[in-house]
């Protein structure tokens, strides 16, 4: 079992920037993707950016630019700095971990944190 814990989400102002933060614990080793996902209300759940344990990162076209996935592997932490913010970019934001497959039958899910561009 993998366990995500979000942090770091609060109200910014536009152009404003913030830093959210993902702790893994559990069975940290089965995961084979990691990252970030957010939902606004009324809308699908959409990738933001993840990061492969080979590194590999992939970001949704909206925030490349202004968005930098990072991960602290000795920490178990998974970081999102969020830069040039816009009201659009307002959303609960998920961390996302993809298992090895063959490990789990789905995927993992922290709580979502909440973030709110607004002025």
């Known amino acids: 079992q993998v366990q995500l814990v979000e942090s770091g989400g609060g109200l910014v102002q536009p152009g404003g920037s913030l830093r959210l933060s993902c702790a893994a614990s559990?069975?940290?080793?089965?995961?084979?993707?990691i990252g970030w996902y957010r939902q606004a209300p009324g809308k699908q759940r959409e990738l933001v950016a993840t990061?492969?344990?080979?590194?590999?990162?992939n970001y949704a076209d909206s925030v490349k630019g202004r968005f930098t996935i990072s991960r602290d592997t000795a920490k178990n932490m998974v970081y999102l700095q969020m830069g040039s913010l816009k009201p659009e970019d307002t959303a609960v934001y998920y961390c996302?971990?993809?298992?090895?497959?063959?490990?789990?039958?789905?995927?993992?899910w922290g709580q979502g944190t909440q973030v709110t561009v607004s002025s």
């Open positions: 559990g069975s940290i080793f089965d995961i084979n993707v």
């Open positions: 990061i492969t344990s080979g590194s590999y990162i």
């Open positions: 996302y971990a993809e298992p090895v497959p063959g490990t789990y039958e789905y995927d993992f």
